[in-house]
T-cell receptor, first 115, second 114 residues
Framework: AQSVTQLDSQVPVFEEAPVELRCNYSSSVSVYLFWYVQYPNQGLQLLLKYLSGSTLVKGINGFEAEFNKSQTSFHLRKPSVHISDTAEYFCAVSDREQAGTALIFGKGTTLSVSS | NAGVTQTPKFQVLKTGQSMTLQCAQDMNHEYMSWYRQDPGMGLRLIHYSVGAGITDQGEVPNGYNVSRSTTEDFPLRLLSAAPSQTSVYFC?????????????FGEGSRLTVL
């Protein structure tokens, strides 16, 4: 069964600093990878996804992620964060056999941006 | 389009009571799923459906029941509520092709079992 490990439960950073949120997944078979963001008391919103093609994926709000098959990683990055990026971030995976049906999520990383 | 609509948004139950969380989507999506979110645990898949009449278990199905009689609706039933089922529940729907793959989430239903 698939599993996702988000290596940091909390990441505190200062405004305008770069940030990387780390995600590793378990399976070596072909997968689809996603990052979702959840703002306080809200549902989940898709940040970006890797389905195929270029391993560098750009998403909304200036975020990007790189798919690394050999390291089974999909780390999320932003070169300069804002206070408004404070939220919980979830990495998720779906293997190709279950594509689109449901996702397996990591436990989340809380990003706290302060001034 | 309303997207994915969950009701109720808040509910308090006593141990042993039963209830149904409703989920409806108006996007004609084939796939629907239910997750529960607990602090420090992320989202865990309860049940999912790939179309009307077809359901399957996820990671944490015990104590929950689902059915999918129409494309639009995917209710989640708690048969005999337990305090361990206190959580925030999210319903999601999706339509899959090689260029999409996004799950659309409802706003969540916060359930407290006393």
């Amino acid at each position: 069964a698939q599993s996702v490990t988000q290596l940091d439960s909390q990441v505190p950073v200062f405004e305008e600093a770069p940030v990387e949120l780390r995600c590793n997944y378990s399976s070596s078979v072909s997968v689809y990878l996603f990052w979702y963001v959840q703002y306080p008391n809200q549902g989940l919103q898709l940040l970006l996804k890797y389905l195929s093609g270029s391993t560098l994926v750009k998403g909304i709000n200036g975020f990007e992620a790189e798919f690394n098959k050999s390291q089974t990683s999909f780390h999320l990055r932003k070169p300069s964060v804002h206070i408004s990026d404070t939220a919980e971030y979830f990495c998720a995976v779906s293997d190709r056999e279950q594509a689109g049906t449901a996702l397996i999520f990591g436990k989340g990383t809380t990003l706290s941006v302060s001034s | 389009n309303a997207g994915v609509t969950q009701t109720p948004k808040f509910q308090v139950l006593k141990t042993g009571q039963s209830m149904t969380l409703q989920c409806a989507q108006d996007m004609n999506h084939e796939y629907m799923s239910w997750y529960r979110q607990d602090p420090g645990m992320g989202l865990r898949l309860i049940h999912y459906s790939v179309g009307a009449g077809i359901t399957d278990q996820g990671e944490v199905p015990n104590g929950y029941n689902v059915s999918r009689s129409t494309t639009e609706d995917f209710p989640l039933r708690l048969l005999s509520a337990a305090p361990s089922q206190t959580s925030v529940y999210f319903c999601a729907s999706s339509y899959w092709d090689a260029n999409t793959g996004e799950l659309f989430f409802g706003e969540g239903s916060r359930l407290t079992v006393l």
